[in-house]
């Protein structure tokens, strides 16, 4: 089985970018199906453009276009291509980096979707910062990249102790159907007494069930923004906005520029 030493992927390498102990870096996906292999280090694989499968020994997982995707360390796994072509954005960890920010790479264990909101805004930044390439953006990428892997424990702890199997239910019904939905048909989708809902929605999702929605509406756009066949007029109505100056008014609320600045960066 072939084993991809630090930086190292298939396909064509567009641009790299070394911040430390950490490489940051995108690329062009080119073949239909990669071999069998296994990485040195953890990373992060943000779909910029196309359809892919991560097939390990688990699971087979569909990342399309906007999907955020954690690859551990010396976990077997391939991928394949379900469009014509594709690109990915990589954040890859040396292992001494963990230690070096005191972080418990433990808790990491296992590759996996990561879908809460929260993560897909700061990985939107980042790749932000990679494209932009100023005299700030090495002191952003560091700050970032903390946010990032405290997030990622945060949510991990939070899981693994004592998160009930119906919260996942519910961040299904929120991920794929935000309109029209209130604590009765929540209550009754879940067999969960509403009561019940609103005490567990702040500790779980840690904000408000309106600012979750929100905040995902935004994680869908940033998907969609990276597709330069689709207008921002496309985009709001995708993503279920009232109207483009709503969109425009939370994605900058969230991510902190407006859609067409990130747009026109990303081209």
């Known amino acids: 089985m072939k084993i991809l030493s630090k930086g190292e992927y298939y396909g064509s390498m567009k641009s790299e970018q070394k911040c430390h102990d950490v490489i940051l870096s995108e690329y062009n996906y080119l073949i239909p199906k990669t071999d069998w292999h296994y990485h040195e280090n953890p ?33 077997p796994h391939f991928n394949a291509m379900h469009s014509t072509s594709a690109k990915g954005f990589h954040i890859e960890f040396d292992r001494q980096w963990f230690k070096n920010k005191q972080l418990d790479a433990n808790l990491w264990e296992g590759s996996r979707l990561i879908q809460h909101p929260d993560l897909h805004h700061i990985m939107a930044k980042l ?31 939070i899981k693994t102790i004592d998160e009930p199997l119906w919260i996942s239910k519910l961040k299904e019904i929120l991920h794929q159907n935000s309109h029209d939905l209130n604590l009765k048909s929540l209550s009754e989708a879940l067999d969960v007494h509403p009561a019940h809902i609103s005490r567990a929605v702040p500790q779980y999702l840690k904000t408000t069930l309106g600012d979750y929605i929100r905040r995902h509406k935004v994680k869908q756009a940033i998907g969609y923004l990276m597709n330069s066949n689709l207008s921002l007029t496309d985009i709001t109505y995708r993503c279920g906005f009232s109207d483009q100056s709503h969109f425009t008014r939370l994605f900058k609320l969230y991510i902190g520029m407006t859609p067409k600045q990130y747009k026109n960066k990303m081209g």
């Open 43 to 75: 990373y992060l694989m943000y779909v910029l453009q196309g359809d892919l499968y991560d097939v390990n020994k688990k699971a087979t997982t569909t990342c399309g276009s906007g999907s955020l995707f954690f690859y551990n360390w010396d976990e």
């Open 127 to 157: 790749y932000f910062e990679f494209k932009c390439r100023d005299i700030y953006s090495d002191v952003s990428i560091e700050l970032l990249l903390l946010q990032l892997c405290e997030g990622i424990d945060a949510i991990h702890i």
